[in-house]
């Protein structure tokens, strides 16, 4: 019998470029090619508005089995929404405040080239934290993330915190190009596996898979088969590769039925 198989796959990175719509091009090739095949889902750590303004227009439910926004602590199965945790009832108001003040101290003595707006989202089970501001434009976004890559301002930023705050059970990982998330530990993008029943196996595609990253979690987790992506592009190569190697193992199952006789 031939197994029954989910694709989940993260947003920013794998199924688009950081922050962009998702290219009609490979929405078609998604939803008439893939979804022949297999069941699909996705997994943000930004909140359900962004995810919805990245996977183009239409209804979201419709073209995905399961949508996970924050790292699957916002879900949903067949447009039907799954219980959820908040932030501030694992922390507690008092630890929460603490560690965001913090945070806007550390922030208004950092030096950058340039700072915008928005430097704390506050989403529904995790804080995600940008530096430099998440009102920046695209411009800006690439150049924060060039200045970054050479100055390790997040990496940086996170073994503070990690030293200030040892005893909060925090998890810290950084995505895309300028803010990292930070969430109870338990509450990265392995969280949503615990929804996801009654397949025999789930290839989960992401491009931060390294340590520290918000795909590594799930990535190197024994309940997925990972495949790690570098671009919308390259996500779409090896879906091809994997359809057709599903569809030769279907076709040898099927000539190794044995003949009955009447």
């Given amino acids: 019998m ?26 078609k090739f998604l939803l008439e090619t893939v979804k022949k ?13 962004k995810i919805q ?18 790292n699957g602590l916002i879900a949903f199965k067949n447009g039907k929404a799954l219980p959820s945790q908040m932030i501030q ?3 507690g108001e008092d630890s929460l405040q603490d560690f965001i003040n913090f945070i806007l101290r550390y922030i208004s003595e950092l030096k950058l080239p340039f700072k915008r707006g928005t430097f704390i989202e506050f989403r529904t089970g995790m804080l995600n934290i940008s530096p430099v501001g998440r009102n920046c434009s695209k411009k800006e ?11 390790h301002i997040r990496e940086k930023f996170i073994q503070v915190l990690k030293k200030e705050f040892p005893d909060l059970g925090l998890t810290y990982s950084i ?63 090896q879906l091809n590769v994997l359809i057709t190697l599903i569809k030769e193992n ?12 009447v």
Avoid: W
């Fill in 2 to 27: 031939s197994k029954k198989i989910i694709c989940l796959f993260d947003v920013d990175g794998t199924l688009t470029e950081p922050q962009q719509p998702i290219s009609p091009r490979f929405e």
């Fill in 37 to 49: 095949e297999f069941d699909i889902a996705v997994i943000g750590g930004s909140d359900l508005n």
């Fill in 53 to 70: 303004k990245q996977l183009g227009s239409g209804n979201l439910f419709e073209k995905y089995k399961y949508v996970f926004a924050e």
């Fill in 89 to 91: 009832d694992i922390l």
């Fill in 141 to 151: 976004r690439e150049q924060f993330y060039e200045y970054d890559n050479e100055h």
């Fill in 175 to 237: 995505g895309g190009q300028i803010s990292f998330d930070v969430y109870p530990i338990g509450c990265d993008k392995t969280y949503c596996l615990r929804h996801i029943q009654g397949y025999d196996e789930i290839h989960f595609f992401g491009d931060k898979t390294a340590e520290g990253g918000n795909d590594y979690e799930i990535y190197e987790s024994d309940l997925t088969i990972g495949h790690r992506v570098t671009c919308p592009k390259d996500t779409m190569n």
């Fill in 250 to 261: 279907r076709e040898k199952e099927q000539l190794n039925i044995p003949l009955q006789c």
